[in-house]
């Protein structure tokens, strides 16, 4: 069964410091695994994706995201912190059931993320 | 101008009234998605369409029913709404091209009384 968990609902950090949001999946055959934010009363919107190649990668705002083949995860990095990261942040994987070309994605349960000052 | 709307962006309505939600994008998207979001649930796939005659139920259609009227226009009807369709909405296109991502709308505050 394809799954993804972020495990948890809410990650405090104070500013400055470094941020990881957690993102485990589960999926047949080659992860396509892609980020997303959501602001307060906004949509969300695309951070950053893993397809292949480099194990980091890099994306908008300053993120950054580790995918680990082994421990089937897609962490969320950010080496220092700001208040205006706060927000909701989503970890989703290409739903291939059925067929592998509909581009339909399964999305985590959201990561709260709250940066003080 | 945003890429991806979404008409009305809030909206209270009772219990057993239909209600339509719509959406509009400019990117020349072929593929348009319609979700709904709970909290703890994350976003859930509701109906997708692929072009305005390819229309695909998702994982939680019960309820629901949609409408492709062009390309660029993707609207989701509530035919008899009720209280635990209360969520927000979000309207979603994507290219038909690898890797598929998505582009979102602002959502749609539904509140089913």
């Known amino acids: 069964a394809q799954s993804v968990a972020q495990p948890e609902d809410q990650v405090n950090v104070a500013e400055g410091n470094p941020l990881t949001v957690k993102c485990t999946y589960s999926v047949s055959g080659n992860p396509y695994l892609f980020w997303y934010v959501q602001y307060p009363n906004r949509g969300l919107q695309f951070l950053l994706k893993y397809i292949t190649g480099d194990n980091l990668v890099k994306g908008s705002y300053g993120f950054e995201a580790e995918f680990n083949k082994s421990q089937t995860s897609f962490h969320l990095k950010k080496p220092s912190a700001l208040v205006s990261d706060s927000a909701l942040y989503f970890c989703?994987?290409?739903?291939?059931?059925?067929?592998?070309?509909?581009?339909?994605?399964?999305f985590g349960q959201g990561t709260t993320l709250q940066v003080k000052p | 101008d945003a890429d991806v709307t979404q008409t009305p962006r809030n909206r209270i309505t009772k219990t057993g009234k239909r209600i339509m939600l719509e959406c509009s994008q400019t990117k020349g998207h072929d593929r348009m998605y319609w979700y709904r979001q709970d909290p703890g649930l994350g976003l859930r796939l509701i109906y997708y369409s692929f072009d305005v005659k390819d229309i695909n139920k998702g994982e939680i259609s019960d309820g629901y029913s949609v409408s492709r009227q062009a390309q660029a226009k993707f609207s989701l009807s509530l035919e008899s709404a009720i209280p635990n369709q209360t969520a927000l909405y979000f309207c979603a296109t994507s290219a038909a091209r690898f890797p598929y991502e998505q582009y979102f709308g602002p959502g749609t505050r539904l509140t089913v009384t």
């Open positions: 989703a994987v290409r739903d291939i059931r059925g067929s592998s070309n509909t581009g339909k994605l399964i």
